[in-house]
Structure formats: C-alpha cells, structure tokens
C-alpha cells in the first residue's frame, strides 16, 4: 500500500545526492538524521548511477523511511519507482510526460513535477487533478547542486507568479514546495515572502539537498530547518512590525524623531553619485550618522553598529555582490533596509539589477515615484521614458491601488512619492504560516497619503527624492519606540514640511537646496509636528 496522499506533510522535504556526503557520513546516515530531526517526505536523487546501485540504495532507504512513516518519492526513474515500491515518482520539465506518467504509475502514487516558469502552470491546470499532486518551484536562488541548471533563478519573485498561476487556474490540489538555494539565512524570508496575490495561498514546505546532504551535522542541519519552518514570524527590523488601522499622532511623530536624535543612527548609503554629498547633510542635519560606503568586507561589521541603517538606492549602483552582501548582513542583523529602486524598468539593465536587489533582501521600506510604483505593480501601460516620474496628474485612486498592490507584494511599507505622497503597509506583521497565506488581500491594507500641496521647486534640485530615502532610513532606524509604518510616515511627512518651509524662504534652486537642509534641521531639532503644514488621512 502506498502512502495515503492526503496524508503527506511536504513542510520539510529532503532531496539525496550521493556526491556530497562529508566524510564519515553516508547517504544512508544523513537521510536517518533528517528523519530523526523533521524531514518529512524524502526523494532519492541519483543521476550517475548504475541501476543496481540505485535499486540497492533504493530498498535500503525504502525501509528507513518506513521505519519513519514518512513517504519515499523516486527522482525521473519510474522503474526504479515501482520496483521498490516507493510511494511516487518525482520528474522534470524534460522527462517522460505526465499523462505517461500517471498512467505507469497508477493513480495513487504521488507525481511531482519541476516548475520554473509560472507558464507551465496552464498544462498541469489542463491536465487536472488527477496528474500533479505538488510541484516543485524553482530553482529560487543560485545552487551548486543541480548541474548545468537551463533557467536562471527565478528569486521568492518568480515563486510567486507561480502561486498566481496556480489561484488564477483554480488548481487547489496542487501543493506546493520552493527547491534551488535555500538555507537557514533565506527560508523564513522565502516562506514570509512566498504568497499569492490573493492572499490565498502559501508555499507548503521547503525542499533542499545540500543544507542537509552535505552538513557535518545533518541531524542539526534538519532540527534548524525544522525550527525555521514550525515559525510563524520573520522579523527583519527590530521596531514592532505590528500592522495597524490607525494614524500616528502628532505626540507618536514627536516621539519618533526625538528617540532618532538621542540614537543617532548609522545610516550606511549605497547610492548614486549626483546624492552623495546632500544626502550625507540630509542625514546629519536630522541626527544621524551618515556613512557612503560601499566596501563590500565592511557591511558585516557596520550592519551590527546599533541603530544601523542601510539605504539602497540603485541610480549608480555599486558591483552587485556588494550589494547582495550588504542586504545579507542588515538581513541577518535585524536592521532595516530602504530601497529606492531608481528608474525601476526604464531599462533591461535596470529592470534586471532591481529586480536582482528585490530577490535578495526583504525591505523595511521601498520607496519610489509613480512611475516606479506602477511599474512594480505592473500597472504602467507605457515604458518609462526615463528615471523620472512622468505624469503629474496621475489618478489617486490609481495610486493607492498600485501603492497597496506593491507593499503587499514586498510585504514591506510603500511611499509613492508625489504631490500626494501615498504610503501603505503590506509587512503582514511579519507573520507568516505555511500553505496558508496572509488571510487578506492588498485592497485591506493600512494605506496613508501625505498632502502639503504642490512644491513644485522640489522638481528642480538634484537629489531631492533620494533624500527622501535617507530620511526615511534615519527615522525607521532610530525609532525603537513605534512601528515601521509610523516612522515612515513621520519621515514622509517631515520631508514634506521641511520641502514647503524651505519654499516658501528660498529664492531659487541653488537656495532652496540649502533652505530645505536647514528646514530638516530646524523641524528635527525643534519638534512640534502640531505645526506641520501638511495633512495626514487615511485612505
Ligand atoms: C521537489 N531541482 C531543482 S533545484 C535542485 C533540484 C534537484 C537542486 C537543489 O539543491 N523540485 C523537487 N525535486 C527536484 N529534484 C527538483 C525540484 C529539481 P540545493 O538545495 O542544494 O540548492
């Protein structure tokens, strides 16, 4: 008899490779460990072996995973599959074709299938729910393991459009797991950020083979994951993530930028050329450290100063492994990061540069225009034409839409900078929980605009918007004592006051560049949000 397939748990499933067992481990002692320590469906993998070698190793893990009640899945040898009598069979884009599949089989064998694009969704929809019974979604990141690899990976991005895929075709039989790269330093972002559009629906489990093949110590390479996966929260920022329905007052604003003054944040810039200077005096001017580095052996070490902040803004931007390493380490260190993704999709190079910074980091905070937003939410109809935001009288209601669409895809808050700047908070307060989803959907989110009226001398300085982003990055990094969402709204709504102050004193561009440093300073250091010509409304 098989393993009843409604029976399978897929949260932790472990693929073999003979070739990485560290010495005086075998292939045998490692799959036991994993058993021992939560793996709960394994699969052997062998791709350069000798039938009677697979068939030996086959019965012996076969008996082992009896032993553990937990069901055995045959990697593309469906022969193997049944001679064994293992409980299915799993097999890639390139192998034998479902239907034949299914029709060796029998119909309750469990059939996996490798998915790389969301396209294929549409065949395993057609094929119904007598075919697939989960899919493997991937690979999500770089991985050694599997050679020659024929797509690039596709990050926790590309798992999502196949979770869409699957909702859109209603294929709710089809669970899921996400393969390719995962380890303890990316599984609870991958599982926070893994969640259909929908909010329906969330990956079932994780599937890997080198974390645990490969470990010295695979039983606690299996209890960590283990761990990982029984969670129910990522928190990547110390502040209190908690998603809330209210507006901050102006005694919580108050509060957040006195608390950045007496912390004085360390706000590390990876920016662009033209923002370097004004940004460091934005920084200061509101109590805080600014530090333009780009030096890849020092972002460890910074992330751990208190109160450390990364900015990433992607105008010029730095190699891309210093990059990928600096939002590794603000990651690892609980400390938020702010993305700017600077003229998002006006080019293929940049459109794959920020869409490489958006699958290797989760952010507090992603800021951009308008133009930016849609383009993030795949609601611009136009190409950008350039890096700046091109239509002035964009609809609201527009807006708002992709603004929510946006932060609950990124599950991180949103600001779409304009005359109206509009902010929502998609953080989901960190929480995450398999197969599950989020239990709501973009339109429910806590959603804010910032309207001071029209500051049009804004438009004509350098660096303008990019400061934005460092005023964020002060205040979510030195305010310990409110949520994410509040402190992003006092700094929008801050910049905001200090833009129209600085209007009104300046005599032209070159003075209004300075006014509106001075106006930061003035506002942060004599605080009195009661003053702030600029209204705050939910929306
Ligand atoms: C459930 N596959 C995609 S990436 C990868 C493999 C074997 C290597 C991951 O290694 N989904 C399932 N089973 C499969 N065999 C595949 C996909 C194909 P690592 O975890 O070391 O990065």
Redo the contacts with the bound molecule.
């Keep these: 008899m098989v393993f009843p397939k409604d029976k399978v748990d897929y949260s932790l ?1 472990l ?1 073999t ?1 003979s070739g ?1 067992q560290p010495e005086g481990t075998t292939l045998y002692s490692q799959v036991e460990a994993g058993l021992q320590n939560g793996v709960t469906l394994v ?1 052997i ?1 062998e791709k350069d072996c000798e039938t009677i070698d697979f068939i030996k190793e086959g019965i012996a893990i076969r008996k082992l995973c009896t032993k553990y009640n937990v069901p055995l ?1 045959i ?2 040898r469906i022969d193997v599959a049944l001679a064994i009598d293992a409980d299915g069979v ?1 097999v ?1 884009q390139e192998d034998m074709p479902i239907p034949l599949v299914r029709k060796i089989v029998g119909p309750d064998r469990i059939i ?5 694009k969301a396209e294929e969704v549409k065949q395993l929809a057609e094929w119904g729910p007598d075919y697939v019974d ?13 050679k020659n ?1 024929k797509k690039s990976p596709m990050g926790p991005q590309g798992a999502i459009k196949v979770l869409d895929a699957l909702e859109t075709y209603n294929a709710t039989w089809c669970k899921t ?1 996400a ?5 303890p330093n990316n599984i609870p972002r991958v599982l926070y950020q893994c969640v259909s559009s929908n909010g329906k629906r969330a990956l079932d489990g994780i ?5 645990i ?2 470990s010295k110590n695979a039983a606690g390479s299996a209890k960590i994951l283990r761990d990982l996966i029984n969670g129910t929260s990522f928190k990547y920022v110390p502040n209190s993530l908690v998603s809330t329905k209210n507006l901050p007052t102006t005694n919580d604003m108050a509060d957040i930028i006195k608390t950045v003054s007496k912390n004085r944040p360390l706000v590390q810039h990876i920016t662009n050329k033209v923002h370097y200077n004004f940004g460091a005096n934005v920084t200061l001017a509101l109590n805080s450290s600014p530090i333009m580095s780009e030096i890849e052996s020092e972002v460890g070490e910074l992330s751990l100063i208190p109160y450390a902040t990364l900015l990433l803004n992607t105008g010029t931007i730095a190699p891309i492994d210093t990059v990928k390493s600096a939002l590794r380490a603000y990651n690892d260190a609980k400390r938020p990061i702010v993305f700017d993704p600077v003229g998002y999709s006006s080019t293929t190079t940049r459109l794959v540069l920020n869409d490489t910074c958006l699958s290797f980091g989760q952010y507090a905070c992603v800021k951009g225009n308008s133009s930016e937003i849609l383009s993030l939410a795949n609601l611009s109809t136009e190409k950008m034409k350039g890096v700046d935001a091109s239509s002035d009288n964009m609809d609201l209601s527009l807006l708002i839409k992709a603004t929510k669409a946006v932060a609950f895809q990124f599950k991180t808050v949103v600001v779409c900078t304009g005359e109206t700047d509009v902010i929502a908070d998609g953080t989901n307060s960190g929480d995450y929980q398999l197969s599950k989803g989020t239990g709501n959907i973009p339109d429910d989110l806590m959603c804010v605009t910032v309207n001071g009226g029209p500051i049009p001398i804004m438009g004509d300085i350098t660096a303008s918007g990019c400061s934005l982003g460092s005023t964020i990055a002060s205040l979510v990094g030195g305010s310990d004592t409110h949520s994410l969402f509040y402190s992003v709204i006092t700094a929008v709504a801050l910049y905001k006051a200090a833009g129209k102050l600085a209007s009104t004193r300046c005599k032209g561009s070159g003075s209004f560049h300075v006014e509106l440093i001075d106006a930061l300073y003035e506002l942060s250091h004599n605080v009195d949000p009661t003053k702030w010509d600029v209204k705050i409304s939910a929306s």
């Design positions: 499933y693929v490779d990485m699969q993998r899945i990697n593309d799993h890639g996996g299938w490798s998915v790389g989960y899919i493997g979604v991937g690979t999500i990141f770089p991985t050694l393991t599997k690899p797991v393969i390719g790269g995962l380890h599937s890997l083979v080198s974390d093949m490969a």
